[in-house]
Antibody, heavy 121, light 106 residues
Framework: QVQVVESGGALVNPGGSLRLSCAAS????????MGWIRQAPGRGLEWISY????????FYADSVKGRFIISRDNAENTVSLQMNSLGAEDTAVYYC??????????????WGRGTLVTVSS | VLTQPPSLSVAPGQTARIICGGN??????VHWYQQKPGQAPVLVVF???HRPSDIPERFSGSKAGNTATLTISRVEVDDEADYYC???????????FGGGTKLTAL
């Protein structure tokens, strides 16, 4: 059974940094792309980033590019999101998700329950 | 950009059709997610019309031209949720979600 569990959400000051972690199990982690999606309070889903199975290919949404860094540890079955220069607009529930990737598709069959990041002084 | 109607109301037992429009959507695979309040999204249709094994047959997807449609037959109160369409833009390698449609069964 696929499980994806996020952690690390917290209240952080504007301009601050935070690192989210995601632990995956129930599948061969090193075979799959992984991604992060967020949802601001009362708003829709916003894709943030995804990373290839080896970690060699990474893409970011324009809203976080240059501030957020995705990484993975295939030995530990974890994926992380380092978030820097946080602003109020980054306040959201952050979801980690297993991604399906092929030449014509990227989508997310399995999601964690999310972790809340609040940026406020 | 993917465009969805913000809301849709359907009586229980009737059919709900949630649409998703966008430029060049005809050339992309469309995926659909259901999100109930306080829960994570769940994939209900992938690659336009395929259904995960644990999703009821009442859920189906289709696409014609630049419009994709999620159809929910015999709507139940438990189907009340936000529904999001999603595509992958191969030109930018970016994932794009629609704004979501809130389905109310009443």
């Amino acid at each position: 059974q696929v499980q994806v569990v996020e952690s690390g959400g917290a209240l952080v000051n504007p301009g601050g940094s935070l690192r989210l972690s995601c632990a995956a199990s129930g599948f061969t982690f090193s075979d799959f792309y992984m991604g992060w999606i967020r949802q601001a309070p009362g708003r829709g889903l916003e894709w943030i980033s995804y990373m290839s199975s080896s970690g060699s290919t990474i893409f970011y949404a324009d809203s976080v590019k240059g501030r957020f860094i995705i990484s993975r540890d295939n030995a530990e079955n974890t994926v992380s999101l380092q978030m820097n220069s946080l602003g109020a607009e980054d306040t959201a529930v952050y979801y980690c998700a297993r991604a399906y990737y092929d030449a014509a598709n990227v989508y997310f069959p399995d999601w964690g329950r999310g972790t809340l990041v609040t940026v406020s002084s | 950009v993917l465009t969805q109607p913000p809301s849709l109301s359907v009586a229980p037992g009737q059919t709900a059709r949630i649409i998703c429009g966008g430029n060049d959507i005809g050339s992309k695979s469309v995926h659909w997610y259901q999100q109930k309040p306080g829960q994570a999204p769940v994939l209900v249709v992938f690659e336009n019309s395929h259904r995960p094994s644990d999703i009821p047959e009442r859920f189906s997807g289709s696409k014609a031209g630049n419009t994709a449609t999620l159809t929910i037959s015999r709507v139940e109160v438990d189907d009340e949720a936000d529904y999001y369409c999603q595509v992958w833009d191969t030109a930018s390698d970016h994932v794009v979600f629609g704004g979501g449609t809130k389905l109310t069964a009443l």
